[in-house]
């Protein structure tokens, strides 16, 4: 089993910066990848990021490419997603997820956190 507990969320202004961390724990992969997906209400999960969880590459929604970075630290078992110009649209509750392989598809992810909220204020 692997744990997934994410923090950061909060309420802020159109324009400001949030950072979401997801820490990882029980069984960890050495492959596979850690992604975040955002689901705002009365809408479905959608994509947003994935890197990783060992080498390769980061993958984003093109709705968040350039404002948004995705990272981690392997030795705090740790995945961050910097958020930037943050956008009214922004607003939604925020989940990472594990996944054995690199999809970026939300059926392809065995494990997933509780959530954090994001709101952003226009």
């Known amino acids: 089993q692997v744990q997934l507990v994410e923090s950061g969320g909060g309420l802020v202004q159109a324009g400001d910066s949030l950072r979401l961390s997801c820490a990882a724990s029980g069984r960890t992969f050495s492959s596979g990848a850690i992604g975040w997906f955002h689901q705002a209400p009365g809408k479905e999960r959608e994509f947003v990021a994935r890197i990783p969880w060992r080498v390769g590459g980061t993958i984003y929604a093109d709705s968040v490419k350039g404002r948004f970075t995705i990272s981690r630290d392997n030795a705090k078992n740790t995945v961050y997603l910097q958020m930037t110009s943050l956008k009214p649209d922004d607003t939604a509750v925020y989940y990472c997820?594990?996944?054995?392989?690199?999809?970026?598809?939300?059926?392809?992810?065995?494990?997933w956190g509780q959530g954090t909220q994001v709101t952003v204020s226009s």
């Open positions: 997820a594990a996944s054995q392989t690199l999809g970026v598809a939300g059926w392809q992810y065995s494990y």
